[in-house]
């Protein structure tokens, strides 16, 4: 049970940080075609940034900003915008996860299209991780009752 | 009991160990992996996907149903730690 800990320091610097642990993430995610990275990592990253502003303040903090609905919807988008994807280039001719067929919504050479293709299941795997991750801490932080911390 | 299960570790392990004598030898670059899959990937990389980074167009399209599984299971634990742990009042 994490209870609400008081201390200006911390908290001002946790505040402050969050932006930019969150940009990073971002970009972790967004370069991962250049650099080591990708939707896994950059997952990680975004959830931690909302894991620290547990650990600075408590989860009504966290679920002020990212709320139980939000969370679990998040969690369904990521999977659904990756299988989502496969299917368009199914129903674009090819096959499942084929990205060159998304060709031919997206106006770009094959080539090119596989790369936005997989830009797209990147973006939907660090939705996902993000959102399992934020799960997984308050329910396991507040033993499954983030009710009691509300009150 | 408790001795037979023993044994049968050992044995069933020493088994393994005896396999793992016939793989090729790690970095071996004459071993099957090396010989087909990993330079096809290594030259054809950027021709094919338009991604300089190997390691993201492997893991998300040359092995794409592998990824659309681990994400699956990331989703699939999330839920279970929800529905194991969350209490609904």
């Known amino acids: 049970m994490i209870a609400f800990f008081e201390d200006v320091i911390i908290q001002t610097v946790c505040r402050i940080l969050t932006p930019f642990i969150q940009l990073y993430g971002l970009y972790v ?52 915008i990756y299988s989502g994807i496969g299917a368009l280039c199914l129903v674009l001719g090819g096959e499942y996860l084929d990205y060159s067929r998304l060709h031919k919504i997206l106006f770009l050479d094959p080539i090119e299209a596989r ?14 991780v993000m959102a399992v991750m934020i799960s997984i801490f308050l329910n396991l932080a507040s033993e499954g009752e983030h009710e009691r911390e509300l009150e | 009991m408790k001795r037979i299960a023993l044994i049968a570790v050992c044995l069933i392990g020493a088994l393994l160990i005896y396999g793992t004598l016939d793989m090729p030898d790690w970095g071996d ?50 839920i279970a730690c929800l529905l194991l742990i969350r209490r609904f009042y």
């Open chain 1, 115 to 128: 790369s936005m293709g997989i830009f797209g299941i990147e973006v939907g795997v660090g939705i996902t």
């Open chain 1, 29 to 80: 995610i967004a370069h991962g075609h250049y650099s080591p990275g990708g939707g896994f990592q950059g997952g990680v990253i975004l959830g931690a940034s909302f894991i620290l502003l547990c650990l600075a303040y408590d989860i009504r903090e966290v679920k002020r900003r990212m709320t139980e609905q939000w969370n679990l919807l998040f969690c369904s988008i990521g999977v659904i």
């Open chain 2, 29 to 78: 670059p004459r071993s099957p992996a090396s010989l087909h899959v990993s330079p096809r990937y290594i030259e054809k990389t950027v021709e094919e996907t338009a991604v300089p980074n190997m390691v993201t167009s492997v893991l998300a399209d040359y092995r794409g149903y592998d990824t659309l599984g681990e994400t699956t299971v990331i989703f699939t634990a999330g």
